[in-house]
């Protein structure tokens, strides 16, 4: 049997830490195929259960992937962007060797309903611009966005090639409008069905939620946008610091 880490945790999830460690160390690289359910079982004196087990978690984990038919391969690394500075997708992803473009599935304008025209500061019955797009990274979908603005920035934008441009980009260089920062938060949702159809997952499954307000350096907003990300696809990253206060705080007993 070969050897896992020494754990109180089930015989399935100590063999799914295995297999995962073999996948960190480069043992089975991105797109190889595991071995066999019937040689794992072997290998580790596990019953097909437990093996089917671990695999699954490494599954949902996102790093394997099966095909019916064929077996369990390794997945692809997850695209990751760093939130610790405002950026937009290409101006993270384009510097680490990724190639990105835009599919713009369309403009349209609407009355901006009540929480929408709070956060975009607009008076009642004010219009706003919806502007959907899919954005592709090395050729394969990973977020499904809708931007909303005030309908005059959003017929500029709406003359932009936004096929292959940032909106960032635009606003700033076009527009004359200094990004000045953003506050961001994250959530899991169910795919809708647009969302599903645009990522090619299944309905419902889960989604990385972005939802991002963004304002100029003067604090004026300038958008609110949902981000809807493949959550096998891409991630967020964050580097956060304990504050001194924590750590001199005296813990009183």
Same mark, same amino acid.
């Given at each position: 049997?070969?050897?896992?880490?020494?754990?109180?945790?089930?015989?399935?999830?100590?063999?799914?830490?295995?297999?995962?460690? =073999?996948?960190?160390?480069?043992?089975?690289?991105?797109? +190889? @195929? &595991?071995?066999?359910?019937?040689?794992?079982?072997?290998?580790?004196?596990?019953? =097909?259960?437990?093996? @089917?087990?671990? *695999?699954? %978690?490494?599954?949902?984990?996102?790093?394997? $992937?099966?095909?019916?038919?064929?077996?369990?391969?390794?997945?692809?690394?997850?695209?990751?962007?760093?939130?610790?500075? &405002?950026?937009?997708?290409?101006?993270?992803?384009?510097?680490? !060797?990724?190639?990105?473009?835009?599919?713009?599935?369309?403009?349209? $304008? &609407?009355?901006?309903?009540?929480? *929408?025209?709070?956060? *975009?500061?607009?008076?009642?019955?004010?219009?706003?611009?919806?502007?959907?797009?899919?954005?592709?990274?090395?050729? +394969?979908?990973?977020?499904?966005?809708?931007? $909303?603005?005030?309908?005059? *920035?959003?017929?500029?934008?709406?003359?932009?090639?936004?096929?292959?441009?940032?909106?960032?980009?635009?606003?700033?260089?076009?527009? !004359?409008? @200094?990004?000045?920062?953003?506050?961001?938060?994250?959530?899991?949702?169910?795919?809708?069905?647009?969302? +599903?159809?645009?990522?090619?997952?299944?309905?419902?499954?889960?989604?990385?939620?972005?939802?991002?307000?963004?304002?100029?350096?003067?604090?004026?907003?300038?958008?609110?946008?949902?981000?809807?990300?493949?959550?096998?696809?891409? %991630?967020? %990253?964050? %580097?956060?610091?304990?504050?001194?206060? +924590? @750590?001199?705080?005296?813990?009183?007993?």
């Amino acid at each position: 049997m070969s050897k896992t880490a020494t754990s109180s945790a089930p015989l399935y999830g100590r063999i799914r830490e295995t297999l995962h460690a =073999r996948i960190l160390d480069g043992t089975y690289p991105p797109g +190889a @195929r &595991l071995p066999t359910e019937q040689v794992l079982c072997e290998s580790f004196g596990a019953s =097909r259960i437990t093996i @089917r087990q671990a *695999l699954e %978690q490494l599954r949902r984990d996102g790093f394997v $992937y099966k095909v019916h038919g064929q077996g369990t391969f390794v997945s692809a690394p997850r695209a990751s962007q760093n939130i610790s500075a &405002l950026h937009s997708f290409s101006e993270a992803m384009i510097p680490m !060797g990724h190639h990105v473009a835009n599919r713009l599935d369309g403009v349209r $304008y &609407l009355k901006a309903g009540k929480e *929408l025209g709070a956060r *975009l500061r607009l008076n009642a019955g004010e219009r706003v611009a919806e502007i959907t797009r899919v954005r592709l990274l090395d050729g +394969a979908a990973v977020s499904f966005e809708r931007t $909303y603005l005030d309908e005059a *920035l959003g017929r500029r934008l709406a003359n932009a090639e936004l096929a292959t441009r940032d909106i960032f980009h635009v606003i700033e260089q076009d527009c !004359g409008i @200094r990004i000045g920062y953003a506050n961001v938060a994250i959530r899991s949702i169910p795919a809708s069905d647009a969302v +599903a159809d645009a990522l090619a997952v299944p309905v419902g499954s889960p989604v990385l939620c972005i939802e991002r307000h963004v304002f100029d350096s003067a604090d004026a907003p300038v958008l609110f946008e949902y981000l809807n990300f493949r959550g096998d696809a891409f %991630q967020y %990253q964050l %580097q956060v610091k304990r504050p001194k206060s +924590a @750590r001199t705080r005296t813990v009183k007993r």
